[in-house]
């Protein structure tokens, strides 16, 4: 399955969800409340996100002559694919990084860390940074807060649902029609889980979607592969203190990997390095730096 059509998927999935749990909770007036309160949050996020986001890593804006590989290479690689010029940021850390951030191409912004600079070579800096621009152009922030909106209004819904019981009452549907308690509890405590993995596939299939348009793009996907396997295994060595609400914007996880097929995995905003690697260079990924 192509990833559009995979993030279309799963975005329909989360709206279904989201007006069935509306309606099994609170009708239709309570699915419009939390919906609405749900984007206008959003809403606020998706235009200072980026702000945010640099602020929370200290990331400094770099001229050309701070950083004058790093604006060759976007240089070339924004007349390849017809996008604006970003800002170029770093961030002061040894831990190597880098991630795009900003509403659409026209307010976009790139930041690398110290430590990714001092890692990678040319090819590889090259990768890192032609899978950033493939988040810009294909506007991955957008989706983002469209599943970020959906999934928090699911949320939104279930706190609702549980400050009714604790006082007196589900609200909605006559609760032998919902069929009990019990089974409002389940929806309380599993449709948050549920939105949230959902959610998280969204943010996964991106990440598949942007090594491709970098591949694509820089006509090497050795390079990026190899820049993934050495990220990896460096930013397991130094790891990148990061919030969880921004831990998605980054090219790797900013926590310490998690390997294998394990339940920490379902919860990662990333997909398996080894299965990045794989889709890119067509066979499994070894580990040797």
């Known amino acids: 399955m192509g990833n559009a059509l995979k993030t279309t998927l799963l975005l329909g999935v989360l709206t279904g969800f989201l007006l069935f749990i509306g309606e099994y909770f609170g009708g239709q007036n309570g699915m419009i409340l939390a919906l609405g309160i ?11 996100s980026d702000k945010l986001a640099l602020a929370m890593y200290r990331a400094q804006p770099a001229t050309r002559e701070d950083l004058p590989r790093v604006y060759q290479i976007v240089e070339r690689l924004t007349q390849r694919v017809g996008i604006p010029m970003p800002k170029i940021y770093v961030i ?14 026209n307010h976009a912004s790139v930041a690398v860390t110290q430590g990714i600079l001092n890692l990678l070579n040319d090819d590889e800096m090259e990768g890192v940074l032609a899978h950033e621009l493939g988040h810009v152009r294909n506007r991955d922030i957008l989706i983002s807060s469209i599943a970020a909106t959906i999934a928090g209004a699911i949320t939104f819904l279930a706190r609702m649902a549980m400050w009714g019981a604790m006082f007196g009452g589900y609200g909605g549907r006559d609760e032998r029609e919902r069929g009990g308690g019990l089974g409002a509890l ?42 993934l396997g050495k990220l990896d295994a460096y930013s397991r060595r130094v790891p990148l203190p990061a919030s969880p609400s921004t831990a998605h914007l980054f090219i790797v996880q900013p926590f310490l990997g998690m390997g294998g097929m394990n339940w920490a995995n379902l919860f990662s905003t990333h997909p398996p390095i080894a299965k990045r690697i794989e889709r890119l260079t067509g066979h499994p990924a070894e580990f040797d730096v």
Do not use: K
């Open 186 to 227: 389940f929806m309380i405590i599993l449709a948050p889980i549920a939105a949230m993995l959902i959610q998280l596939a969204v943010s996964r299939s991106r990440e598949y979607a942007a090594d491709d348009t970098g591949a694509h793009l820089t006509g090497n996907p050795y390079a990026l592969a190899s820049a």
């Open 92 to 105: 002061p850390s040894d831990s190597p990084n880098a991630f795009a951030t900003g509403r659409n191409p």
């Open 38 to 48: 749900a984007a206008v949050m959003n809403f606020v996020s998706y235009f200072f």
